[in-house]
C-alpha cells in the first residue's frame, strides 16, 4: 500500500526510477480479496515504469531493465505469474522448487476438531485457543513449529 501511493506520481519521485530489482513476496496474495488488487495496480505501474525508462533511454549504450523478482510458497500457477512479469523481450524465468531442496525437511500433521452445530465462532476458537498448547507441545518435539487454522465457517 505504501509503495503503491509513492509510485502513483512516480515521475515526479526520483528514487520510485532508481529502481532495478523489484521483489514481490508473497505474491500469492493477488488472489487476495482486499489486498491482491493493490499488489496487482503495484505490479502493473512499475512494469509501466520499466517500458517508460527503457524508451526514455533506448539511445544510451548501456541500459539496465529492471528485474522482477516474485516469490511464493503456495502458488499453483507460477508460470502464469512469470509470463506476466515477462517483459515481452526476454521471458522470465521461472523456478520451481520443491520440498526435496529443502535444508530443513517439514513435518506436516493435520489436525481436525469437530465443531458442533450449536457452537458460534467464537467459542470454537475460544475451544481451539485451549487445544493449541498441548497440539505444540505433543507434535514440535522441542523446535520452533507453526500451527496453520482453517475455520470452518464460511468467510
Known amino acids: 500500500e505504501k509503495w503503491d501511493s509513492m509510485t502513483r506520481k512516480w515521475r515526479d519521485n526520483s528514487l520510485v526510477q532508481l529502481v532495478k530489482l523489484f521483489l514481490i513476496d508473497e505474491v500469492h496474495v493477488v488472489k487476495d480479496e482486499s489486498r491482491g488488487a493493490t499488489l496487482e495496480v503495484v505490479v502493473s505501474r512499475m512494469k509501466t515504469i520499466q517500458s517508460s525508462l527503457s524508451r526514455c533511454f533506448e539511445n544510451h549504450d548501456v541500459v539496465y531493465p529492471m528485474r522482477f523478482v516474485a516469490v511464493s510458497a503456495t502458488i499453483p500457477n507460477a508460470e502464469d505469474i512469470a509470463e506476466w512479469l515477462s517483459d515481452g523481450k526476454n521471458p ?54 507453526l500451527v496453520v487454522y482453517t475455520s470452518p465457517f464460511p468467510l
Open 92 to 145: 522470465a524465468v521461472c523456478l520451481k522448487i520443491d520440498e526435496r531442496h529443502r535444508p530443513v525437511k517439514l513435518r506436516k500433521i493435520v489436525l481436525g476438531f469437530p465443531c458442533s452445530s450449536n457452537q458460534t465462532e467464537f467459542k470454537f476458537d475460544l475451544t481451539l485457543n485451549y487445544k493449541v498448547a498441548s497440539v505444540i507441545q505433543t507434535y514440535s518435539e522441542q523446535k520452533p513449529a
